[in-house]
């Protein structure tokens, strides 16, 4: 497949501050390329650059092909956007809003807007600023789709949605892949991702520290098991166990990763009195989760099953110290 966008070795700084440094990835026709990170990893930043809202320090940034920075106009007539922190012009009704959309795109019409806002349930009568933040957005993702772009930019597109909305979002998503089109979804929800990506960027103060198929994430994935203990055993009580790493306690609760069977476990456990076991597969928030969690630099990555792999050690550099969880 072709690559709609391509970024190498881009950087953006503000001043003595940090944007993103060094960031080489790229995206093909028909993907859903998930980009992710807690906030200030410098999403919204390369989402600015390559829409040309802001202009990069250095490195090399291509969508269409071309340069941001020469073809903008261009560039943004074949994108569809929603933008993290959304805002509206408050005076117009919805449906003035779509139509002035669709003045500025130079449609002859609505395009697919009135069949989105069926789907979506969007209030389009009413004037913007009488909306809850949930109808603002699912606007938001009307303006988006009704032209049928070629490549969709969606920053947090889900932010206020209820799960019913969030489903038919997810649907939308899969019938714009399906005709070859192309999205690059930034958001710091992992599960709202992994239900539709196809790959994954992992962005961290803003460098990518992972860049997977989701599929090759799951291969990785391991069996997390939360046990629930009458009396809580010693901090060092499962140390050294095969295949068994302890991530967290939580009251008279312990939160284990096995990496194969979990036999070693079971017969450390018969040693005390257990009041609940509970076991599933880990998803990619608990692979991640696991991968961002450093205490005093001792990086622990049950994602690769290894003490310090060299992600975990990437990740760990830079200034980062102590212990840092995020997506909680």
């Known amino acids: 497949m072709p690559a709609v966008l391509r970024a190498d070795r881009l950087t953006k700084s503000y001043g003595s501050s940090r944007g993103i ?11 859903v390329f998930g980009f992710l990170g807690p906030n200030g990893a410098g999403k919204t930043t390369t989402i600015r650059l390559l829409l040309d809202l802001i202009r990069a ?25 929603v933008p993290g922190d959304l ?23 609505l395009g697919d807007a009135p069949a989105l806002v069926d789907r979506l349930e969007v209030e389009v009568e009413r004037p913007v600023r009488a909306l809850s933040k949930g109808n603002r957005q699912k606007l938001g993702l009307v303006q988006a789709f009704m032209h049928r772009p070629q490549l969709l930019v969606l920053d947090e597109p889900t932010l206020g949605l209820d799960p019913l909305v969030q489903q038919t979002f997810n649907e939308l998503v899969r019938e714009v892949t399906s005709e070859g089109r192309t999205v690059f979804l ?12 196809d790959r994954v960027a992992v962005v961290r103060e803003g460098r990518i520290h992972v860049l997977e198929s989701v599929e090759t994430l799951r291969t990785r994935a391991f069996t997390r098991v ?9 901090a060092d009580e499962f140390a050294g166990l095969t295949g068994i790493r302890e ?16 036999d070693p ?25 696991t991968l961002y969690r450093h205490e005093g630099g001792a990086a622990c990555c049950v994602a690769c099953s290894r003490r310090r792999c060299a992600t975990c050690a990437a990740a760990s550099s830079g200034g980062a110290s102590g212990s840092r969880e995020w997506l909680r």
């Open 265 to 289: 476990l079971v017969k450390a456990l018969a040693r005390h009195r257990v009041l609940a076991i509970d076991s599933h597969e880990a998803d990619l928030e608990d692979i991640f989760l």
């Open 57 to 81: 320090t250095s490195g090399r940034l291509e969508v269409f092909g071309l340069e941001p920075s020469k073809s903008g106009v261009e560039i943004r007539r074949r994108v569809g956007y």
């Open 21 to 31: 440094v060094d960031m080489t990835f790229d995206v093909s026709e028909g993907e």
């Open 87 to 109: 805002r509206l012009y408050e005076r117009m009704t919805g449906l003035e809003l779509l139509r002035y959309f669709a003045h500025l795109r130079g449609m002859t019409g």
């Open 247 to 262: 991530l967290r306690r939580e009251g008279a609760a312990v939160l284990f990763a096995a990496e194969g069977p979990i």
């Open 226 to 234: 939360e046990v629930t203990f009458e009396s809580l055993p010693p």
């Open 186 to 197: 930034s958001s710091h929800m992992l599960g709202e991702v992994q239900r539709v990506a």
